[in-house]
C-alpha cells in the first residue's frame, strides 16, 4: 500500500526578474534555464522532494512581481502554508521592496506558518546587496539563504529547510546529494499557468562562489537545521 505524501501550498514572491520561474523549473528538472516567458499571474507547480525518512510535496505558486499593482495577489496567496521571499543580489530595488512582500504574507496568510528569504544570483559580478546590509531576516526572524539558481549554489536548502519545518522533522534530508540533476521531481507533467506574456531574460557574467562573494551561511541564517 503506498503512503500518502504530506503536501503543502508554497508561495514564491518576489519582484519581477528575480528569478522565481528560474528556481521553480530548476526544482523542477534540474537544469538552468536561461531565458523564459514572464510570469503575470501565477504557475503552480506541483514538485515532491526526494527525501528521507520521507517524501515531503510543494505546490509552488510561482506568483508574478507585477502581480502587487493588480490587486490579485490575495487570491494566490491565500490558505498559503510556506513561503519563499526572493530577491535579487545585483538590484537593490528588490531588497527594499522585501516588507511589502512579507507585509503581504501575513496580512493575507496569518503569521503561523514558515518563510524564507533568499537573495538570488550571487554569481554575478555586480552584486549591490551585500551580505552585511542584509538584515530583514534578523528583523522578523526568518531564515536566510544566498543562492544562486544558475550555478546551483545553495538552492537545495530554502524547500529542505521548510520541508523540516512542515513536517516537524530536523534529521529529513535527501536521499542523494543533489547536483546538476534534478533532486525534485514534478506530480505532474507541467505548470498550471493563468496568465504569462513573452520576456527574454538578460545575461549576466557570472564568477565562482567563494567567500569574497558573500559570507559564510552561519553569518546568514537564523536557524540552522
Same mark, same amino acid.
Given at each position: 500500500?503506498?503512503?500518502?505524501?504530506?503536501?503543502?501550498?508554497?508561495? =514564491?514572491? /518576489?519582484?519581477?526578474?528575480?528569478?522565481?520561474?528560474?528556481?521553480? !523549473?530548476?526544482?523542477?528538472?534540474?537544469?538552468?534555464? %536561461? +531565458?523564459?516567458?514572464?510570469?503575470?499571474?501565477?504557475?503552480?507547480?506541483?514538485?515532491?522532494?526526494?527525501?528521507?525518512?520521507?517524501?515531503?510535496?510543494?505546490?509552488?505558486?510561482?506568483?508574478?512581481?507585477?502581480?502587487?499593482?493588480?490587486?490579485?495577489?490575495?487570491?494566490?496567496?491565500?490558505?498559503?502554508?510556506?513561503?519563499?521571499?526572493?530577491?535579487?543580489?545585483?538590484?537593490?530595488?528588490?531588497?527594499?521592496?522585501?516588507?511589502?512582500?512579507?507585509?503581504?504574507?501575513?496580512?493575507?496568510?496569518?503569521?503561523?506558518?514558515?518563510?524564507? =528569504?533568499? /537573495?538570488?544570483?550571487?554569481?554575478?559580478?555586480?552584486?549591490?546587496? !551585500?551580505?552585511?546590509?542584509?538584515?530583514?531576516?534578523? %528583523? +522578523?526572524?526568518?531564515?536566510?539563504?544566498?543562492?544562486?539558481?544558475?550555478?546551483?549554489?545553495?538552492?537545495?536548502?530554502?524547500?529542505?529547510?521548510?520541508?523540516?519545518?512542515?513536517?516537524?522533522?530536523?534529521?529529513?534530508?535527501?536521499?542523494?546529494?543533489?547536483?546538476?540533476?534534478?533532486?525534485?521531481?514534478?506530480?505532474?507533467?507541467?505548470?498550471?499557468?493563468?496568465?504569462?506574456?513573452?520576456?527574454?531574460?538578460?545575461?549576466?557574467?557570472?564568477?565562482?562562489?567563494?567567500?569574497?562573494?558573500?559570507?559564510?551561511?552561519?553569518?546568514?541564517?537564523?536557524?540552522?537545521?
Amino acid at each position: 500500500m503506498a503512503h500518502s505524501i504530506p503536501r503543502f501550498k508554497l508561495a =514564491l514572491v /518576489g519582484d519581477g526578474g528575480v528569478g522565481k520561474t528560474a528556481f521553480t !523549473k530548476m526544482m523542477c528538472t534540474g537544469a538552468f534555464e %536561461e +531565458k523564459h516567458i514572464a510570469t503575470l499571474g501565477v504557475e503552480v507547480h506541483p514538485v515532491i522532494l526526494k527525501t528521507a525518512p520521507c517524501e515531503v510535496g510543494f505546490n509552488v505558486w510561482d506568483i508574478a512581481g507585477q502581480e502587487k499593482f493588480q490587486g490579485l495577489i490575495e487570491g494566490y496567496i491565500i490558505d498559503t502554508q510556506a513561503a519563499i521571499i526572493m530577491f535579487d543580489v545585483s538590484s537593490r530595488s528588490t531588497y527594499d521592496i522585501v516588507p511589502f512582500w512579507y507585509s503581504e504574507l501575513r496580512r493575507i496568510a496569518g503569521d503561523d506558518f514558515p518563510i524564507v =528569504l533568499c /537573495g538570488n544570483k550571487v554569481d554575478v559580478e555586480n552584486r549591490r546587496v !551585500k551580505a552585511k546590509t542584509i538584515t530583514f531576516h534578523r %528583523e +522578523k526572524q526568518l531564515q536566510y539563504y544566498d543562492i544562486s539558481v544558475k550555478t546551483l549554489y545553495n538552492v537545495k536548502k530554502p524547500l529542505l529547510w521548510l520541508a523540516r519545518k512542515m513536517i516537524g522533522n530536523s534529521s529529513l534530508d535527501y536521499l542523494h546529494p543533489p547536483s546538476s540533476e534534478a533532486f525534485v521531481k514534478d506530480l505532474e507533467p507541467g505548470p498550471k499557468t493563468t496568465t504569462a506574456a513573452s520576456e527574454k531574460s538578460s545575461s549576466q557574467g557570472t564568477k565562482t562562489i567563494g567567500p569574497e562573494t558573500s559570507e559564510p551561511e552561519d553569518n546568514n541564517v537564523v536557524d540552522n537545521l
